[in-house]
Structure formats: structure tokens, C-alpha cells
């Protein structure tokens, strides 16, 4: 009997210390929603007012990008690349934190919202696009695809990271990449074949079907001086649609 009070009380005590954390959370939402109103109207700049008011914000309570967000994303949504870029210049280290909610609130395509967050931070160009992935995988090939079309330096990066993150998505993080990039199709290959060499023939095929036929030889040399022999990249090459003079050597 003794044991069951006990229980019960500290289960009142639980509920009570529950209630009192809401109430306390909800006040404190209030307060940043009523600075947020406040520092928005009192903008000289008011179209870059959103994006400001969200810094502000952000360097006074990073701790709270959630609320931020969510308040700015609520009052605002069609200035989600405001609010995206205020975020950012506040707490770049945050960048997967604010992919992870703007792209939760389905304010935009997360091909959108990579862009501008690599625009602006393209030192976390992998981290974005793997955070991205993880929440629209069916539109990773664009997603790689707008990553490196913004920021074409980080190509590699991206490229790799996103692989070995997604060893099952290789094929369409490949296929992306060469939509943006499809001048580097044998530098893809090699790199591709590098971290996958088990996957060569559907690598080489997968290249071939998404490159210009005039692209065909160079990605079998590329395949070949990955250590696939020359008939297995043949063989994948006219898988991928290649004809007989597009695997002639020259």
C-alpha cells in the first residue's frame, strides 16, 4: 500500500512538473513571437526585415531555432528564402537543423530550400543535401542535380558524401550529378567506381543512358581505368543504349 502511494504521488508530482514546463514554454513562444512582431515593424529595410529579425533572433537564442522558425515560417510563409537566409548568417553551423524544419514545414521543393541554403553556405553544401535526402529520398536525383548546378565546386563532395550515405541511392545521385555536370561524366565514373567497384556495370550503363553518345568512350576508358575489364564496360555501355560506333575507339 505503501509502494502504490508513493507511485501515485510521484506521478501527480511528474504531471505537475509537465504542466508547469508547458506553461513556461508556451509564455516563452509568446515572447519571441511578440520580439519577432517588434523587430520585423521596426525594419527600415523592410524587405530584408524578416531576414534580420530572424538573425536577431537566432544570435540571441540559438537554443530556440525550432520556436524561431516556426514562428517566422507561420507568419511569413512565402518569405521562406528570408527566412532560410537569416537563419543561416546567424548560425551557420546550424544549417542542417534549418533544412530540417523549413523542409518539414513544406514551405518549398527541398531542391528550393538546397539551393538557397548552399548559396549561402556552401561549406555545408554535403551536410544540407544528406539532411535534404533524408526527408524527400524520391527527389534526391534533383536534389543532387540543383546542388551542384549552385555551387559546382563542391561537385565531389556532395557527390561522395551522398553515396556513402545512400550506398542504396547511388544510381540516381550518379544520374543527377551528370544532368549538372555531364561535360565531367568520365570524372564521375572513376570517382563512382572508386567507392563502388562491385557496381560497375550498372554504373557504366546508368553513365552511358544519361550522357550525350558522344560521352559513350570515354566513360568505358574511364571504366577501364577503374579495373572493369573493356567487355564488361562494352557490355554495360550497349546495355545503356550505345550503339557499335559510339564504343568504336577513334
Known amino acids: ?17 509537465l504542466a508547469q514546463q508547458h506553461q513556461i514554454s508556451a509564455k516563452q513562444e509568446q515572447l519571441i513571437s511578440s520580439f519577432f512582431d517588434q523587430l520585423v515593424n521596426q525594419q527600415a529595410n523592410k524587405q ?14 540559438p537554443e530556440k531555432i525550432d520556436t524561431v522558425l516556426n514562428i ?24 542542417c537543423d534549418v533544412i530540417d524544419i523549413m523542409i518539414k514545414a513544406n514551405v518549398a521543393k527541398s531542391s528550393d530550400i538546397v539551393s538557397i541554403a548552399i548559396s549561402e553556405e556552401p561549406a555545408y553544401a554535403s551536410e544540407i543535401v544528406t539532411t535534404a535526402i533524408s526527408h524527400s529520398p ?4 534533383n536534389i543532387i542535380r540543383v546542388a551542384i548546378i549552385t555551387e559546382p565546386i563542391v561537385a565531389q563532395s556532395v557527390v561522395d558524401n551522398s553515396m556513402l550515405s545512400y550506398p542504396e541511392k547511388i544510381l540516381d545521385i ?13 570524372n564521375l565514373v572513376k570517382d563512382t567506381l572508386h567507392l563502388f567497384p562491385n557496381d560497375a556495370e550498372e554504373v557504366v550503363q546508368v553513365a552511358v543512358s544519361s550522357s ?7 566513360i568505358i576508358e574511364a571504366a577501364i581505368k577503374s579495373g572493369v575489364t573493356e567487355e564488361t564496360a562494352i557490355t554495360a555501355a550497349l546495355a545503356g543504349g550505345a550503339s557499335q560506333s559510339d564504343i568504336a575507339k577513334n
Request: proline share 4%.
Open 72 to 95: 517566422a515560417i507561420n507568419k511569413y510563409p512565402n518569405e521562406y528564402k528570408q527566412i532560410i537566409l537569416g537563419a543561416l548568417k546567424a548560425e551557420p553551423a546550424l544549417s
Open 1 to 17: 500500500m505503501k509502494s502504490l502511494f508513493i507511485f501515485v504521488f510521484i506521478s501527480i508530482m511528474s504531471f505537475h512538473l
Open 48 to 61: 530584408n526585415a524578416i531576414q534580420l529579425s530572424v538573425s536577431v533572433l537566432l544570435e540571441n537564442y
Open 138 to 141: 524520391n527527389e534526391i536525383e
Open 174 to 186: 550518379l544520374t543527377g550529378a551528370i544532368k549538372a555536370i555531364p561535360d565531367q561524366v568520365a
Open 212 to 218: 550525350n553518345s558522344k560521352n559513350t568512350r570515354d
